[in-house]
């Protein structure tokens, strides 16, 4: 279904559900003996959402045909290296004493029960309120308890968040480390320059972001995508992204940031990829998506 300006979603349905796709990703990422990360919450609340498919995924029903389109090693991979660059993208900021830390859209993120954040760390967590209720019910349920004061800020990103993200205690005037993981593509072009705009005029001097960059969406139109898409389909996969994009031209975030006054640092994903001892693939699909770039900045103090 194509997005509109209204829309809403749970954790089962439209951008929603790609958050409980990204999760099962995470569970498949935290086994076998090359594992990037540990997320011991990702697949109990993949399975608590209740999608078939993603369920089937984490408990190892697909089957796996080798040379088929179910790789659970290369998605395991895949997105490991991007949990693992945001992970440490937090901690790193953290060790230099950091204690404000802003998840934006944060969805089956469990980063504020499953890092070791330091004393005194404050993790604020900004989605729905029913995607916020539903995973913070789910992991109290679980036993799980958060490593740092969680601080949840339940609204729309496209309602006036920052007041609310004040009201949950927020301080602009201290630095603070934000992420913008899996967002970008959701929002449209003039919504992701404003959202860092916002970013800007809400970061002391210090503070930090990072996101990925996918300069061009129309990836999700190519036939590379579109024959993965069909593949996975068939075995009962119903999320489609390219229907939840937002395309068209937008600005470059390195170009962006910087004129804003950040000092950015960039990698592109097969650079990320062997920074972490893997190699990136050279099919269609991941030759589709090698533009694709990890940013992180710096406000200089």
């Given at each position: 279904m194509a997005r509109t300006d209204s829309d809403s979603w749970d954790l089962a349905t439209s951008v929603g559900a790609t958050a409980t796709m990204v999760a099962a990703q995470r569970a498949l990422a935290s086994t076998g003996p090359d594992k990037l990360i540990d997320d011991p919450w990702a697949a109990p609340l993949v399975r608590a959402v209740g999608i078939d498919f993603f369920t089937r995924m984490v408990d190892g029903d697909i089957p796996v045909v080798e040379g088929g389109e179910f790789d659970p090693i290369r998605m395991g991979h895949g997105m490991g290296v991007r949990t693992r660059f945001f992970d440490e993208h937090f901690l790193s900021?953290?060790?230099?004493?950091?204690?404000?830390?802003?998840?934006?859209?944060?969805?089956?993120?469990?980063?504020?029960?499953?890092?070791?954040?330091p004393a005194g760390t404050v993790v604020y967590e900004v989605d729905l309120p029913d995607v916020i209720d539903f995973k913070t019910t789910t992991l109290r349920d679980l036993g799980a308890e958060p490593t740092a004061e969680r601080h949840t800020v339940a609204i729309d990103l496209r309602d006036d968040w920052p007041a609310a993200l004040r009201a949950a205690g927020f301080d602009p005037q201290a630095p603070t480390v934000w992420s913008a993981e899996g967002l970008l593509i959701y929002l449209q072009p003039d919504a992701q320059d404003a959202l860092f705009d916002t970013l800007r005029s809400l970061s002391a001097p210090g503070s930090r972001v990072a996101c990925e960059f996918i300069g061009d969406t129309s990836v999700f139109a190519s036939p590379a995508w579109r024959e993965h898409r069909e593949k996975m389909s068939a075995l009962g996969a119903d999320v489609e992204v390219g229907d939840l994009v937002y395309h068209g031209e937008r600005n470059h975030i390195v170009e962006y940031l910087?004129?804003?006054?950040?000092?950015?640092?960039?990698?592109?994903?097969?650079?990320?990829?062997?920074?972490y001892g893997l190699e990136y693939g050279d099919d269609e699909l991941a030759l589709a998506f090698a533009d694709m770039t990890y940013l992180s900045a710096v406000l200089p103090s």
């Open positions: 900021a953290a060790r230099d004493g950091v204690r404000q830390a802003v998840i934006l859209a944060s969805g089956l993120d469990s980063r504020a029960y499953r890092l070791d954040w910087t004129a804003a006054g950040w000092t950015v640092s960039g990698r592109g994903v097969a650079e990320l990829y062997a920074d």
